[in-house]
Every structure is written in C-alpha cells, then in structure tokens.
C-alpha cells in the first residue's frame, strides 16, 4: 500500500536556508531520564533517538539539553556545559544519520521550573526574570542579575557551538512552556524592572541577545530555531495574569527573524504540564504513584499529591486545572491557528506542535498555509513507525494515541514509554517490554530479558517457559491480564 496523494505533502522536502529535511514530519522535544547523573549521555540514549529515526520521521529535536548545571530541570538528562560532552553528541548523531534523519539540539535552561535540580543545586536558588516562585509546584526563584544573564546567553552560545562541533544538523532555543527564556519572555511572570522587562521589546531583549549570541558562534551556515509559546495562557491558576497574547508572540517572532532565527517552532503555554500542552487527560493515579519525586522541590508540591493521592479531593484539582478549557477543546492540531497568525508575519519557516497523528490532518494543516511541517511528540511514542504507516496509505495508526498523559507523569521515575494498559490489552508484560526495550542492543551484548523480567524463580523441574494465564487481576479499578511462567521438560 502506498501513501494517499493527498497526503504527499507530508513527504516533500522542506529546506530552511541550511538546511534540508527529508520530509514534514520533526519529532518533537520528548524525552526520559536515561542518562548519567552527571549529565554524560549513554548509549540508552541513543538507542531511543534512534527509534524514531528508523521509524521514519526528517528530524528529530532532541529533548531539553540543559547549557549549564545551573538551568537543569531534571537528573539524568544529558547536557552540552562543556567540551567534553561533545564526542557523546557526536556519536548520537552519527547514529541518527545513519537514517537520513536530521538531529536538532534543544538547547535550555529551567530557570524556575527546576523540578528536580539535583544534588549540584541544592545551596542555589533557581535562577528566573523574577523572584517570585511559581504558583503550581511553588518552586523558588530569584531574580538573575545583569552579570548572570550575560554568562547564560553565553551559555547558550557555547552549547550551539559545541552542537556544531559534533556534527549535528542545528539547535534549538527552548523559549517556551515555562522555562527560563519563557519567564522572560511572558508578561505574566516577568516583573523586571531593567532593560529586560516591561515592554515586549524588552521582554524579549533576553532571547534576541541569545540568538544573536548563537550566530557569532556558530556563523551564518548553521541551522538555528527558536520555540516559543504563541499564547500564554498563563492565568490556569488563580489569581496568575493572563501572560503574552498571540499579538505579542508575533511582535516577538519578528525581532527573532531580524536577529537570525532559521525557522519558529510554535507550541503553547506559560508552564509545563500545562492543560493546553500536552493537552489531553491528566492521570491522577499516576501522579499518586511519581509525583512524590518533586515533593521537597516546591512549597506546593505537598498540596497537590494531597489532591492527587484523595479521591475527594480529586474533582476540585480537575475543576482548576481544567477550568478554562472548552468542552470542545480539540487536541490535535490545538496551535494550529496560533502558528497560522504568526507564519502570516514573518518570512521564515513555521512549523507546529499539538497531538498530530492523522495524516490527512497534518497535510491539510501544511497544504492550507497554517505551517511548513508539525512536530510530533507522544502519538511517536505510542507508534514509533508513524511516518512510515502514512508512507504505506494509512490516515490514522490502528493503535492510535489515546493522549492519556500516563507516559508524562511516568517519566518522572521510571523510562518514558507508554504507558496506557488498555493500548496493550491489559498484558502488562508486553507493557513493560516495550518501555524497556530502549536498554537494548547493549553494548555489553546483553540480551533483553523474556518478558522484561516478570520471570518466576527458576523451576527445578526444567526450564522456563511461558504461558498465559486466563484469569485476570485488578489494577485501580481496570484490569491486567499476567504472564505467569511455570517450569516443564521439553520433550
């Protein structure tokens, strides 16, 4: 089966002014804890960029890679602070390469949204445009001074041109969904009162010296994006303003033109999570079960797993979380109309994040002008092979997404997988197989275990072998069905 001509759009070369992507279709910004404490990268990592390379999509944005120890959001993800990361990030995009896919550095720094910094950052303050914490996790902040923000942007362009070194396609600023650059960038976390707050112009003084920064680093011949959120919608939270309007992203989108940017990657929010991205559930027993990780983080973090942990107190987290969202809130393609306005005010290339996972609704979005290419993120989750299932004339995967958000909560302790049981008829080994299938090939050539583990002592009787059991287990409130091994003689 071949792929619908509606539909070819989707694969059609996109060239931005350096470079050339096979087709319409970026893995966006996503990623689990598989590196080294210290912010090396191993080859867990690599096997799972891999898995969407081979699956097929033009490019890969890598996941926040943090520019200094200070802006780390989480442990265990790898960073680009110093020179000695860049044989790691060398070997990973040789590895990506390999499948002519592209491979884009995200380059970040948390600021306030530090959910877990980590050891190295416990006598600091998270660094922000403002002193005031957050009011979701309630994580603390202090506001950088003029010195700090002149070594972070210098951060920023040392890590582009680490990214360089090593041979990767491009880098991205992450400028969106509540980190550092963000809480500059927003009318509705920045409260400065120097040159870097205030007017638009000022807001964005931050993100355009970074830019800028970058190019002197990298020069005019290598691809540079900036993500930014188009609206911030940052009143989710009582008493919170409202944030940037799209009108002010798009004022921002122009001095980000002016300065050098290749291409805007357009998401939403002014936080993250955020009901706007990813928009979809938010699954209350699995943040019963991982949200604990964050509880000595933030001065909030106890009130919401006290909601998260009681039923009773579920409906009232739900009512506030939720509270502003139409009932016919769409999920996929959610910025489609934001990316539109802003691809309308500038020059370069737009491209678009939110829930993409139908062919014909990608191609209308690119065919009608909204944006060049789309960003996907956890429908490539639940079906790495995506792009390729659209290349043989499918619209829409068998097993499609169900945007359940398990696999966002889950990442906070355990590898990002998904993780919706029902997407795996209640076998909750085959489950566990996949989420660790990214351990493996090992470069020890060890072999994945059967079942990922969920093995029985052995059996004095002889080997192993395994057999399904009929009966069936609760599991709050659903059901798994168990793989039970029992020992028994070949014959």
């Known amino acids: ?6 539909n070819e759009v989707i694969f059609q070369e996109l060239k931005f002014r350096s470079l050339t ?18 912010g090396s990268g191993t080859y867990v990592r690599i096997n799972w960029e891999e898995k969407f390379a081979a699956g097929g999509v033009g490019a890969i944005i890598s996941s926040y890679v943090p520019v200094h120890t200070r802006g780390r959001i989480l442990p265990n993800y790898a960073m680009i602070h110093h ?4 044989p790691f990030w060398t070997a990973l995009g ?3 390469h390999r499948h002519d896919c592209k491979y884009i550095l995200q380059l970040s720094h948390s600021g306030r949204q530090q959910d877990v910094g980590g050891v190295e950052n416990l006598p600091f303050e998270a660094q922000s445009a403002t002193s005031r914490k957050d009011r979701f996790h309630g994580f603390p902040s202090r506001a950088m001074t003029k010195d700090e923000i002149k070594y972070t942007i210098q951060c920023f362009a040392d890590g582009a041109r680490r990214a360089k070194a090593a041979g990767l396609d491009g880098v991205e600023t992450h400028s969106a969904n509540g980190y550092l650059i963000n809480q500059f960038l927003s009318s509705g976390i920045n409260d400065r009162k120097d040159e870097y707050g205030g007017s638009v112009e000022n807001r964005a003084r931050f993100l355009v010296e970074i830019i800028r920064a970058i190019r002197r680093a990298v020069g005019d011949d290598f691809h540079v994006q900036a993500k930014i959120g188009a609206v911030d919608y940052n009143d989710v939270l009582p008493f919170e303003r ?18 050098g940017v290749d291409a805007i990657h357009v998401s939403t929010g002014s936080m993250f999570p955020h009901p706007r991205n990813p928009a979809g559930d938010f699954p209350l027993d699995d943040a019963r079960r991982w949200y604990d990780g964050l509880l000595s ?4 973090t106890m009130r919401n797993y006290l909601m998260f942990r009681y039923r009773l107190l579920r409906p009232l987290f739900r009512r506030m979380w939720f509270r502003h969202l139409p009932a016919t809130t769409r999920i996929e393609g959610i910025s489609v109309e934001e990316a539109r306005a802003i ?14 996972q139908t062919a014909s609704v990608i191609a209308e979005t690119i065919r009608s002008g909204a944006s060049d290419a789309v960003t996907i993120a956890r429908p490539l989750i639940a079906n790495n092979d995506l792009v390729k299932m659209f290349a043989r004339g499918l619209d829409r995967p068998p097993n499609p997404c169900t945007y359940c958000n398990k696999c966002l909560l889950n990442v906070l302790e355990n590898p990002l997988a998904c993780y919706d049981l029902d997407r795996y008829e209640g076998d909750y080994a085959r489950m566990m197989e996949n989420a660790m299938s990214v351990f493996y090939p090992s470069p020890f050539n060890t072999k994945p ?20 059991a009929g009966d069936r287990a609760a599991v709050d409130g659903g059901t798994l069905r168990c793989t039970y091994y029992r020992g028994e003689r070949h014959e």
């Open 343 to 356: 691809k309308q005010h500038v020059k370069v290339p737009v491209m678009v994040t939110g829930g993409f």
């Open 449 to 468: 275990p059967p079942h990922a583990g969920l093995v029985a002592p052995e059996s004095p009787d002889g080997p192993l072998v395994p057999i399904e």
């Open 297 to 300: 983080s933030g001065t909030h």
């Open 1 to 6: 089966m071949k792929q619908n001509n509606a």
């Open 94 to 96: 040789e590895r990506i």
């Open 21 to 38: 992507v096979k087709n319409r279709i970026f893995r966006s910004s996503i990623s689990g804890r598989f590196d080294n404490y210290d």
């Open 83 to 86: 020179d000695g990361t860049i």
């Open 242 to 259: 409202r944030g940037n309007t799209l009108e002010d992203s798009i004022a921002i989108c122009q001095m980000l033109e002016e300065a």
